[in-house]
């Protein structure tokens, strides 16, 4: 493709910020639901005056090309939330997260027909709009929800030896937590580390007598946990499901902003750790050499950079940033800096899930969810 150097557009993964204790059910991975907290809100603020820093400073070595910097051209982003798994702590996030990517200005106004100009309340407050993704409706966010042959996949890895052996490795520890957690299952298949992070934040009394090291050790094992859980030897596994129903959206998006008849520069996208794990898996995501493992930090955020070059093909870099108080680090997928974007979705394309009839089928899934008894056979 000839023409000038630059970055076309961003895909933005998102996760959620600081919220209060979540459950769920360790077999299923049924939700219950939780609610944002202040630190949550602001982290999520934060991180969209980083990605503002980043993509939308004309003075910065990623603006984005054409990209509308102060009031919000809604034709040039497009944000999605996932609407399930904890209600509405993600898209409680994304809207604080707008509030840094697009702060108030007065540009925000609107001249009417009599000559008066008004300005946005709050000072110009810019209203982008924000797509629940409803599991109810469509499995995109999902996924792993409501999927039989999920939960057989998480069954089958509990009863693995590597986990049966890691169970083991775990067990004096978790015995010694049995008096920070009250009456709660210490079993391995349970990993209780939103617990112990919750109160380790926000409960003093609980931060002054649990061992210091005791936080880090619950997150090493419950990211071995959830590693197992949403990743999959074969890439079209079930354990995959995460990134497979979401690469199809993140496809569209990358082929739109290259789209020269579309507007759009900007996808961000709201969800939990889970789809992070199993995308990093899918992309084969390294970084300074190793590769990146387990549960990602509150207002994490991985950038898909699509870059035109003067010539040659566009191509996609991928850039991590892991919380509040990291920067964003170069990603290398399948053990490249940067891939052709129709590479990219061919390697992946295959093992994707396209519409709600296929993850029926590789769920096994054949009630009333998601209209999946339609597709029975």
């Known amino acids: 493709m000839v023409g000038l150097s630059g970055l076309l557009g961003a895909v933005l993964l998102v996760r959620h910020g600081d919220r209060l204790e979540f459950f769920q059910d360790p077999q299923t991975y049924t939700p219950t639901e939780t609610y944002l907290t202040p630190l949550g809100a602001t982290q999520e603020y934060q991180l969209g005056t980083f990605l503002r ?40 996030s994304v ?40 599991p109810t409706l ?10 039989p042959a999920f939960d057989a996949h998480v069954a089958s890895f509990y009863s693995s030896p590597s986990f049966q052996e890691k169970a083991q490795e775990a067990l004096h520890f978790l015995d010694n937590l049995i008096p920070y957690v009250g009456n709660r299952s210490t079993n391995f298949t349970n990993m209780i580390y939103d617990y112990i992070n919750v109160q380790y934040v926000h409960n ?24 197992g859980v949403f990743t999959d030897a074969n890439l079209n596994g079930i354990g995959n499901v995460a990134a497979r129903t979401l690469l ?22 709201g969800m939990s750790y889970k789809p992070f794990i199993s995308l990093f898996k899918a992309l084969q995501a390294t970084m300074n050499g190793a590769e990146i493992f387990g549960i990602v930090d509150y207002a994490a955020a991985v950038a898909l950079e699509i870059r035109e070059e003067s010539c040659g093909p566009v191509r996609v870099n991928v850039r991590f940033k892991n919380g509040t108080n990291d920067i964003f680090h170069p990603v290398k997928i399948f053990g490249q800096d940067n891939i052709a974007v129709y590479e990219l979705i061919d390697r992946l394309s295959w093992s994707t899930i396209n519409t709600t009839q296929e993850w029926c089928q590789a769920c096994g899934q054949t009630t009333s969810v998601l209209s999946c008894s339609s597709y029975a056979t």
């Open 204 to 227: 003093q009394t609980f931060y002054h007598e649990i061992p210091p090291n005791y936080p880090r050790m619950a997150f090493g094992y419950a990211s071995f946990h959830e590693d």
């Open 138 to 147: 469509v499995p995109t966010l999902n996924s792993w929800t409501s999927c």
């Open 248 to 269: 199809p959206v993140l496809f569209a998006d990358i082929t739109n902003i290259i789209d020269e008849t579309t507007d759009l520069k900007v996808s961000l996208t």
């Open 53 to 92: 820093a980043q993509y939308l400073d004309p003075s910065s070595p990623s603006f984005i090309d054409g990209v509308s910097s102060d009031a919000a051209n809604v034709n040039q982003i497009y944000v999605r939330a996932d609407a399930g798994g904890g209600g509405s702590v993600i898209l409680n």
């Open 95 to 134: 809207a604080g997260l707008l509030q840094g990517l697009y702060p108030a200005t007065t540009e925000s106004n609107i001249t009417l027909a009599n000559g008066t100009n008004i300005v946005g309340p709050l000072g110009g407050y810019q209203y982008i709009p924000v797509h629940s993704v409803e």
